[in-house]
């Protein structure tokens, strides 16, 4: 019977690097949405700018406080 | 000739001539009440095997030498029985008999079967089980191996049966001083207990020490170092029991787990986590009179000798973060080696544990996932151990719980003997809907069975994103709710004078940003001339400069009309009077720098037409640059303190 070992999809090694540097993109990213948020008049903001900002850094802050979870050991 | 005790002649002999050895008479008082149920039985078992014909005909044992082992607190019997076949048809199943006293403590049963001779020798597994012929008496509890292929007339096979007893030693005195070494009781047949008659058959019971207090006496019985050896005995008929009763010195840890439940968490990011609660017993003798520390330390040898202090557990290879705590924290004494085949765990409770104490503690270590989930035929498959990887435990109450992860479905279990199974529902980090878990329990195990056991179920990898998920939305709803925030007016008072003028601020500021951009714009265009102009003096190619020159011109106009209308706002606006003396200048600046600029281009242009040298362009242009270069900085000095308002 052919039985190969399942493991993770991504390498356990990399769980540290991934996690700082996912979390490092996102936070770059939250502090752009929220540089634009304060610098920009009530008239000038565009809404779709704002909601792809914040799309695009809780899909990195996400995934980066996922592979911090799972290199401190929590295995969710 | 056989002269030994029949079952009629034993129960005098089993009063009177049990041998007295240098124990007091208390102890022969005590073997005197124990003794009366043996006979007891003993006749029952006469009577019921003379009035049955439950004793078969059809096999012969020709041969059978047991070997008990009592160097531990666990009993195992090996028996090696060649079976004959002495009837008229094929048969297919042995059977093995045992009194229901032995029965219960019964923990497991192995049988083995050794076809061929010499180097050719396989031996596989045979399944045993329990069943209940008919016409036997109840005081026997009956196993049926079954045969592979139907044993001929005439022929003969081999067996070796291995059973495993727990509790079968039983401490006596049963209780004793912390000097006092442990002694222990056993009870079992000098004959072997079966349903055929037997023509040859020997017993050897291994014994840890040569200390013996007693043992029973036949004929054909003798003490060899450590072991006693009672036969060969011959032609001895169906369903005889001898009863015999060894008493003698065992100090091995009697390491009993009253409940110990595993938990087994697979996450499929990568660790398989095993955590152990276990909650021991000694099961030896008691101890009384107080427990002194002096005497445990300096005198070791007199003292304790029952006792156990440490615990060795095997755990898997590659196992990792283990830790070992119980309730009130972290318990420091512990050591861990491992290589590539095996951790070895070495635990030391906070006490040495004495007979009759009690410790509780948990265990717990990672292992990679790699190493114990498989996939096959489209289904996950689970391939653990079953037991307990502490060394010689016997455990009451096994509970193992396979946490799989969530969205698991068709998840069943393959064990190799059985338990009890039923599913369960367990929350932990990240759950919607909570873990499925699978519980299997069974009574009374030792070490034999601590095997590798299956669990199959069908996982689908991209439900394993569904935790990322959570938390990418789980952010993406404080953005949206930051977003919403900065939206939303939420002043109380939507007329006072303040609440207006910062209405007003707000649109002034909107403006001057888009003058600023507009600015930024021109400041483009003017950057996009200047390259053209030095493109020229690299290639020479005057019509895409005098093009580049057009393309300036169309958006520079562009950009002014644009520019009007918000000049006319904030000149007519009075909350900018402050800013628009700032803009109108930079606006002027710029409009001077437009003009300079344009200069220069035709001059540059027409030079090239005319074929003038390097240095005269230069000395042409040479005061419109410095000039342009002068505006260019006074404008961007104005851009940076209406951006600081």
């Given at each position: 019977m052919a039985s190969k070992p399942i493991s993770s999809p991504v390498p356990v090694a990399w769980y540290p690097s991934l996690a700082v540097l996912m979390l490092s993109i996102g936070l770059v990213v939250t502090a752009s949405f929220f540089i634009y948020e304060a610098t920009s008049s009530r008239r000038n903001r565009s809404l779709s700018k704002e909601i792809i900002t914040g799309a695009v850094a809780s899909v990195f802050l996400g995934f980066g406080s996922l592979f911090l979870l799972l290199a401190t050991g929590v295995y969710v | 000739m056989l002269s030994e005790p029949t079952l009629v002649d034993l129960a005098p002999y089993v009063t009177t001539k049990v041998p007295v050895s240098s124990l007091e008479s208390l102890t022969l008082a005590r073997s005197r009440e124990m003794m009366p149920t043996v006979p007891h039985f003993v006749l029952l078992l006469f009577s019921l095997s003379i009035l049955s014909s439950t004793a078969r005909s059809d096999l012969v044992i020709s041969r059978v030498d047991r070997r008990i082992d009592l160097t531990s607190h666990i009993v195992r019997v090996l028996s090696s029985l060649k079976v004959e076949n002495v009837g008229a048809g094929a048969v297919s199943e042995v059977l093995l008999a045992f009194p229901n006293s032995q029965a219960e403590n019964l923990a497991t049963i192995k049988t083995i079967y050794i076809e061929g001779k010499g180097k050719g020798q396989g031996s596989s597994s045979l399944p045993t089980a329990r069943v209940e012929p008919e016409g036997v008496p109840p005081e026997l509890t009956f196993y049926s191996v079954s045969l592979p292929k139907g044993l001929e007339k005439r022929e003969t096979v081999t067996l070796d049966v291995l059973t495993v007893f727990t509790r079968s030693l039983k401490p006596f005195p049963e209780e004793i001083t912390q000097a006092d070494v442990q002694l222990v009781l056993y009870q079992d047949s000098a004959h072997y207990l079966s349903p055929y008659a037997v023509k040859v058959q020997t017993l050897g019971i291994r014994l840890p020490s040569r200390r013996v207090e007693s043992y029973t006496k036949y004929p054909n019985t003798k003490l060899v170092e450590s072991e006693i050896r009672y036969g060969p005995y011959e032609n001895v008929p169906a369903l005889s029991y001898s009863p015999i009763v060894v008493h003698f010195e065992n100090n091995h840890p009697f390491v009993v787990a009253r409940e110990l439940v595993r938990e087994i968490e697979i996450s499929h990011w990568g660790n398989v986590q095993v955590t152990e609660h276990y909650s021991l017993v000694h099961g030896g003798a008691g101890t009384k009179g107080g427990f002194s520390r002096i005497d445990y330390q300096y005198r070791p040898s007199i003292s304790g000798a029952s006792s156990f202090r440490q615990l060795i557990a095997r755990l898997p290879p590659r196992a990792h973060s283990i830790y070992y705590r119980d309730e009130i924290g972290n318990i420091s004494t512990s050591h861990v080696w491992g290589d590539s085949r095996r951790t070895q765990l070495e635990i030391e409770p906070r006490f040495p544990i004495f007979g009759g104490w009690r410790t509780s503690f948990t265990i717990g270590y990672g292992l990679p996932l790699q190493d114990f989930l498989f996939e096959s035929e489209g289904k996950r498959v689970l391939n653990i151990t079953f037991g307990c990887p502490m060394a010689e435990v016997v455990i009451d109450n096994l509970i193992v719980e396979v946490v799989l992860p969530?969205?698991?479905?068709?998840i069943s279990v393959s064990a190799p003997f059985p338990t009890r199974q039923w599913q369960e529902v367990k929350y932990s980090?990240?759950?919607?809907?909570g873990r499925p878990v699978v519980v299997l329990e069974k009574n009374n195990i030792v070490p034999e069975h601590n095997l590798y056991f299956q669990v199959y179920y069908k996982f689908n990898n991209l439900s394993l994103l569904r935790e990322p998920m959570m938390l990418i939305i789980g952010f993406f709803f404080l953005f949206i709710a930051c977003i919403v925030y900065m939206h939303t007016d939420m002043s109380i008072s939507k007329s006072s004078a303040s609440y207006l003028a910062k209405l007003q601020w707000d649109e002034v500021q909107a403006t001057v940003q888009q003058v600023q951009n507009i600015i930024s714009h021109f400041l483009a265009v003017h950057d996009r001339l200047e390259a053209s102009l030095r493109d020229l003096s690299r290639t020479g190619d005057v019509q895409s400069c005098k093009a580049a020159r057009k393309a300036a011109d169309g958006q520079l106009k562009e950009l002014t009309k644009e520019l009007k209308p918000l000049l006319g706002f904030l000149q007519s606006s009075p909350q900018a009077s402050q800013i628009w003396p700032k803009v109108e200048e930079v606006v002027a600046k710029e409009k001077e720098m437009q003009e300079k600029l344009m200069q220069k281009h035709s001059t540059v242009v027409d030079c090239f037409e005319k074929k003038l040298g390097g240095r005269e362009i230069e000395n042409r242009i040479a005061s419109q640059q410095q000039k342009l270069s002068a505006l260019r900085q006074e404008v961007d000095d104005l851009l940076e303190v209406i951006d600081e308002i």
């Open positions: - | 969530e969205g698991s479905k068709a980090h990240l759950d919607i809907a």
